[in-house]
C-alpha cells in the first residue's frame, strides 16, 4: 500500500516536471506566438465573446498546465488540443508567459456587484455636481445634497464654465430656469421653444443654447442678460447639442431623424445635416477627444460612431434599451451610455470600441464622468438613486437615495 502510493506520486512527478522546468517562458517569443490564438481569445488576451475564456493576467503556471493538458488529453476539448499539439514545451512556456504579462483590462471584468447605499462624500464628487429631478422638479447638488426647488419637469440642466450659473429646461412649461450656485436662488425663469430638452453653456460661459424639440430650434440665452437673444431654425426634433472646444460648431441631435445637424455658432446658422443611417431618433451625443467622431446614441438602443469629416457610420454599437444619455470622459478614453428601459450602463472603449454592460440598476437615463476620469455618475429614474461607479474598475461603488426621477448630470469640466 504504501509502496503503490509512492510510485504514483512518483509518477505524477514526472509526468508533470517536463512543464516546470520550462516554467520559466520568453514574454517576447510568445507575444511571436500569441496571433494564432487571437481570433479566439482576442488580440489582448480578453475572450472574444463569452464561450472564450480569458488569459490576460492569469498565473502562467496555470495556463502552462492547461495547454499541456490540452496537449495529452488530460483536458478534453477539442479545438485547444488541436491548437495546443502543434505546441512545443517552450512554445507553452513563452505562451503563458506572454498571456500572464497582459493587463486584465477593466473591461472584462466589469461589475455586477450591488454597492451599499451610502452618504456621497468629497471623494467621489471631486466637483461639485448637479443633478435635476425631474419628477420633484429640484436640483440636488453632489456631495452636500443641499435640495434647491425648480420648477415643473426639471429635465436636463448645463453648468457654466465657471461653475457660478446653473441652467435646467422644463419641457412642460416652456422655460430655462437659471440658479445662482452659491445660493441655490433663481435668478430668472426664461421662456424659450416649445418643450426645450438638452441644455448646454458655450465654452466661452457667455451664452446657453436650448434644444427645442417641439419647436424644432434652438433659443440662445445671453448669460448676462438673462434673456434669449436669438433663435436657430434647424431640423424636426433637436434634443440636444455639444459645442467644440474652440466654440466655434455646435452639434445637435435631430430626433426627429434627419441626423445630426451643424451649426456655425459665429453666424448662428445651420450649415449641414449629416444623415446617420442605421440608427432610429439621434437622441444624445459627445465627441472624441480629437473631436473627430461624434458618439451619437439614439432613442432606441444603438450609439454611432461618426466620422464626422466624412460622414461615415464606422460603426452601429447595440447598447442598452431605451434612450440615455452618453458621455465620453474627458481623457478620451471611454464613451459610456445609459439605457432608460433597461438596467444596464455600457461602456464603450473608444479605441477599440469593445463594449462591457455594468448592472447598476432600473431606469439609467444621465450619466457622466467626473473631470478626472475617475468616477462615473449615473441617475436610475426608476429606483431614484444616484450611483457611483468607480472607472478603473467599472464596480459600482455606491447609491445614493435621491428625490423623484433622477434625470441628468451636470458638473464643470465635462460639458
Ligand atoms: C478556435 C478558437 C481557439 C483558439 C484559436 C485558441 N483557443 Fe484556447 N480555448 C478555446 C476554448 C473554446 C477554450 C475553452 C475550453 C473549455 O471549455 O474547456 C479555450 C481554453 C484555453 C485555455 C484554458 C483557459 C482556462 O482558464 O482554463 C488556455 C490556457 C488556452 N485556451 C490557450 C490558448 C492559446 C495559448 C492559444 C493559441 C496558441 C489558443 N488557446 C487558441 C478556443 C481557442
Not at 431623424?257 to 456655425?264: C, I, K, R, T, Y
Amino acid at each position: 500500500m504504501r509502496k503503490s502510493l509512492s510510485s504514483s506520486t512518483l509518477l505524477l512527478l514526472l509526468s508533470v516536471s517536463p512543464g516546470f522546468a520550462a516554467v520559466s517562458g520568453d514574454i517576447a517569443a510568445g507575444k511571436v506566438k500569441a496571433p494564432m490564438c487571437a481570433g479566439c481569445h482576442g488580440a489582448k488576451g480578453i475572450g472574444v465573446s463569452a464561450e472564450f475564456p480569458n488569459l490576460a493576467g492569469q498565473k502562467a503556471g496555470y495556463l502552462s498546465k492547461q495547454l499541456r493538458a490540452f496537449r495529452d488529453g488530460s483536458r478534453v476539448e477539442p479545438t485547444m488540443k488541436a491548437m495546443a499539439s502543434t505546441l512545443s514545451d517552450a512554445d507553452i512556456a513563452n505562451l503563458a508567459a506572454y498571456f500572464s504579462s497582459l493587463e486584465r483590462s477593466p473591461m472584462a471584468v466589469a461589475g455586477t456587484a450591488p454597492a451599499v447605499t451610502g452618504q456621497p462624500t468629497a471623494k467621489e464628487f471631486p466637483q461639485t455636481t448637479f443633478i435635476t429631478m425631474k419628477k420633484s422638479g429640484t436640483v440636488e447638488t453632489f456631495p452636500d445634497e443641499i435640495v434647491w426647488p425648480g420648477g415643473a419637469n426639471m429635465l436636463y440642466d448645463a453648468v457654466t464654465p465657471d461653475g457660478s450659473r446653473l441652467l435646467a429646461t422644463s419641457p412642460s412649461s416652456n422655460t430655462v430656469t437659471v440658479f445662482d450656485t452659491a445660493s441655490g436662488g433663481q435668478l430668472a425663469v426664461i421662456p424659450v421653444g416649445k418643450a426645450p430638452k438638452g441644455v448646454k453653456v458655450t465654452p466661452d460661459g457667455r451664452f446657453a443654447w436650448v434644444s427645442n424639440q417641439g419647436s424644432g430650434d434652438l433659443s440662445v440665452i445671453d448669460l448676462v442678460s438673462l434673456k434669449v437673444i436669438d433663435t436657430i431654425r434647424v431640423e424636426a426634433g433637436p434634443h440636444n447639442a455639444r459645442f467644440t472646444r474652440d466654440g466655434k460648431l455646435a452639434y445637435v441631435t435631430l430626433q426627429g431623424g434627419a441626423g445630426l445637424a451643424v451649426v456655425d455658432t459665429a453666424t448662428r446658422k445651420m450649415i449641414r445635416v449629416i444623415p446617420i443611417p442605421g440608427i432610429t431618433g439621434p437622441h444624445n451625443l459627445d465627441l472624441s477627444q480629437d473631436e473627430k467622431t461624434a458618439f451619437v446614441r439614439d432613442f432606441v438602443h444603438h450609439v454611432a460612431v461618426l466620422d464626422i469629416a466624412s460622414g461615415k457610420v464606422r460603426k452601429v454599437i447595440t447598447v442598452g434599451n431605451g434612450h440615455g444619455g452618453i458621455d465620453v470622459f474627458p481623457d478620451g478614453r471611454y464613451a459610456v451610455t445609459a439605457a432608460i428601459g433597461d438596467d444596464v450602463v455600457t461602456v464603450i472603449d473608444t479605441q477599440t470600441l469593445e463594449t462591457r454592460d455594468i448592472k447598476v440598476g432600473n431606469g439609467p437615463h444621465g450619466v457622466r464622468a467626473s473631470r478626472d476620469g475617475r468616477w462615473i455618475y449615473v441617475t436610475l429614474t426608476k429606483d431614484n438613486q444616484v450611483v457611483v461607479i468607480d472607472a478603473d474598475t467599472l464596480q459600482v461603488v455606491k447609491r445614493i437615495e435621491v428625490g423623484k426621477f433622477p434625470f441628468w448630470v451636470a458638473l464643470p469640466g465635462n460639458p
